[in-house]
């Protein structure tokens, strides 16, 4: 899912100037990859040589493949609705 907006990820290859269809934001961000884990040494699981700066904006790292849990058929979009549909109905909202 695009980690801003929460819409599912297009399947295929992300391109590197791709860009979200429902926030237009930047897609080939650190973000939305699989090897991204904040707190490992670069906040990368791979050996990258450059560290990336902006781990939410656009960048040209060859490495970068997305998320699997991010790439869904649209499921985990609706799971993730459900899911805050019964967080906010402990709340009344």
């Known amino acids: 899912m695009c980690s801003y907006c929460g819409s599912p990820l297009p399947q295929g290859p992300i391109g590197f100037r791709d860009v979200c269809a429902d926030c237009g934001r930047e897609l080939h961000a650190c973000r939305h990859c699989g090897f991204y884990k904040p707190g490992?040494?670069?906040d990368c699981a791979e050996t990258v040589p450059e560290a990336v700066k902006d781990k939410e904006r656009m960048n040209f790292c060859e490495y970068f493949r997305p998320n699997p849990?991010?790439?869904?058929d649209g499921k985990?979009?609706?799971?993730?609705?459900?899911?805050?549909?019964a967080f906010d109905g402990l709340f009344g909202r």
Not at 69 to 72: D, F, I, L, P, T
Not at 76 to 85: E, F, L, P, R, T
């Open 76 to 85: 985990a979009a609706a799971a993730s609705k459900s899911a805050k549909d």
């Open 40 to 42: 490992a040494y670069r």
């Open 69 to 72: 849990a991010s790439v869904k």
